[in-house]
């Protein structure tokens, strides 16, 4: 009888959609019915030279931070920030949808983003942010497919 690890980990990077923007980084943890989900950015990458020399920029792991879980029965999807480093919160209605989207999971989403990507206004906001976020969310839910029908192609049968 084999022993397979229960606590996988996974790295993607995705180059940089737009010029002068960040490349964004993923990082998942997989547990039993969980995904725990950091994603950072990076230095805009050139999308011919490849992602292998980015240059992640701050590593915090709870700077905006939410839990959701898959709904059950008559109970929608339900999630609960646990942290927020700022008045701006994108972990939330995004590990609910992350949520919806993974039903058999529980959802730990760890955003490390520069506020030029999450401040409401002001002189530092990205006129793409919006754009870059919807990007990034697609990207990490295609990969978290990936990474999901990999797994089961790999699951005994």
Do not use: C
Request: aromatic fraction near 6%; avoid cysteine; proline fraction near 10%.
């Amino acid at each position: 009888m084999s022993l397979d690890p229960t606590i996988r980990t996974y790295h993607q990077t995705l180059p940089s959609p737009l010029p002068n923007s960040p490349s964004f980084v993923f990082h998942l943890t997989r547990l039993v019915d969980t995904l725990m989900i950091w994603i950072g950015t990076g230095s805009p990458s050139d999308p011919i030279s490849g992602t292998d020399n980015v240059i992640v920029g701050e590593r915090k792991i709870a700077g905006d931070w939410a839990v959701a879980m898959p709904s059950r029965g008559n109970i929608s999807v339900t999630a609960t920030p646990v942290y927020r480093a700022s008045a701006s919160d994108y972990a939330l209605p995004m590990s609910q949808r992350l949520a919806r989207k993974f039903p058999n999971n529980q959802i730990h989403l760890s955003l490390s983003l520069p506020a030029s990507l999450t401040s409401q206004s002001g002189p530092n906001l990205d006129p793409y942010a919006s754009k870059l976020l919807l990007i990034m969310e697609k990207k990490l839910g295609s990969w978290l497919s990936e990474v999901i029908e990999a797994e089961k192609d790999l699951a005994p049968r």
